[in-house]
C-alpha cells in the first residue's frame, strides 16, 4: 500500500530525515516510534505533501507521490490526521464532517456520519456542538471522523493518543481496532508503546531521522535491549 525509499527531508539547513524507509502492507497496521524530534511528524507530513522531501521515493499503491501536492495525494485516497488535530473551531461537527466529504472510492465501503457516529457515540450527541467548544479528545475524534470522511485507503495518524485522559485513550485504541476491522491501513506515529502495542502489528522505530529497528510488535516486545536503547525516557 505505502513504500517508503532513501527520503531525504530538511528544514533549513538541518537534515531531518535521512534515508528513511519503510513499507506496510494493505489492512496492516503500522506504528512509527520514537522519542520527541526523532522525524514521525516530518515522516508523516513528507508522505501526505505538506513538507517536500529532497529525495528517495513514496509509492501510494504503486504510484509515485513524492513532490505531488497535499490534495492531489489526499484525492488519491491517503488520508492525514495531524499532530495539532486542526477542527475548525467555528464549525459544527456535522460542518466539520462536511469539509471532509470526497467521493466514494471502489472496493473502500463509504463514511456517512451516521457510521461514524456508531464509531464515536459521543460526535452523534453533539451534532451541532461547534469544534471550538469540545474537549482534547472529542476533537481527536472530530478530527479522524472528518478524515475519514474523505473515504481513504490509507489513514496517517501522527500522536493521537498524546495529552489525553486515559479513559479517552483507551476509546481511541477500541476506534483504530474498529478500522482495521474494516480493512483500513494505518500508520500511527506514537511515542505512547503501551497503546501501539494494542493496536499495531508491526514497527518502525526511528532516532534522529533514521530507521533504526523494524519488524513486528511481537518481535519489539522480545527485544529488551532495543526498547531500553531506543524508547525508555
Same mark, same amino acid.
Given at each position: 500500500m505505502l513504500r517508503v525509499?532513501?527520503?531525504?527531508?530538511?528544514?533549513?539547513?538541518?537534515?531531518?530525515?535521512?534515508?528513511?524507509?519503510?513499507?506496510?502492507?494493505?489492512?496492516?497496521?503500522?506504528?512509527?516510534? &520514537? $522519542?520527541?524530534?526523532? #522525524?514521525?511528524s516530518t515522516t508523516m507530513k513528507s508522505v501526505i505533501g505538506l513538507v517536500r522531501p529532497t529525495s528517495g521515493h513514496i509509492l501510494f499503491g504503486g504510484h509515485e507521490i513524492a513532490g505531488e501536492e497535499p490534495?492531489?495525494?489526499?484525492?488519491?485516497?491517503?488520508?492525514?490526521?495531524?499532530?495539532d488535530r486542526r477542527v475548525f473551531a467555528d464549525l459544527t461537527v456535522m460542518e466539520n464532517l462536511e469539509v471532509g466529504r470526497q467521493p466514494a472510492r471502489d472496493?473502500?465501503?463509504?463514511?456517512?456520519?451516521?457510521r461514524l457516529f456508531e464509531l464515536f457515540p459521543n460526535l452523534g450527541?453533539?451534532?451541532?456542538?461547534?469544534? &471550538? $467548544?469540545?474537549?482534547? #479528545?472529542?476533537?481527536?475524534?472530530?478530527?479522524i471522523a472528518r478524515t475519514l470522511m474523505g473515504n481513504p485507503r490509507?489513514?496517517?495518524?501522527?500522536?493521537?493518543?498524546?495529552?489525553?485522559?486515559?479513559?479517552?485513550?483507551?476509546?481511541?485504541?477500541?476506534?483504530?481496532l474498529a478500522l482495521k476491522g474494516e480493512g483500513l491501513t494505518i500508520l500511527l506515529a506514537e511515542q505512547?508503546?503501551?497503546?501501539?502495542?494494542?493496536?499495531a502489528d508491526s514497527a518502525t522505530v526511528v532516532e534522529k531521522g533514521r530507521?533504526?529497528?523494524?519488524?513486528?510488535?511481537?518481535?519489539l516486545r522480545a527485544d529488551e535491549a532495543a526498547r531500553t536503547q531506543y524508547l525508555a525516557v
Open positions: 525509499e532513501g527520503l531525504n527531508t530538511y528544514y533549513g539547513r538541518a537534515h531531518i530525515l535521512q534515508d528513511m524507509g519503510l513499507e506496510i502492507g494493505a489492512g496492516e497496521v503500522r506504528v512509527l516510534l &520514537g $522519542r520527541n524530534g526523532a #522525524g514521525k490534495h492531489r495525494i489526499a484525492r488519491r485516497g491517503l488520508g492525514y490526521v495531524p499532530e472496493g473502500v465501503r463509504p463514511w456517512t456520519p451516521e450527541r453533539m451534532r451541532d456542538r461547534p469544534g &471550538g $467548544r469540545m474537549s482534547g #479528545g472529542e476533537q481527536q475524534m472530530l478530527a490509507l489513514i496517517l495518524l501522527d500522536e493521537p493518543s498524546e495529552g489525553l485522559a486515559p479513559v479517552i485513550v483507551e476509546g481511541m485504541a477500541n476506534a483504530i505512547n508503546l503501551h497503546f501501539a502495542g494494542g493496536v530507521v533504526v529497528w523494524s519488524g513486528s510488535m511481537a518481535e
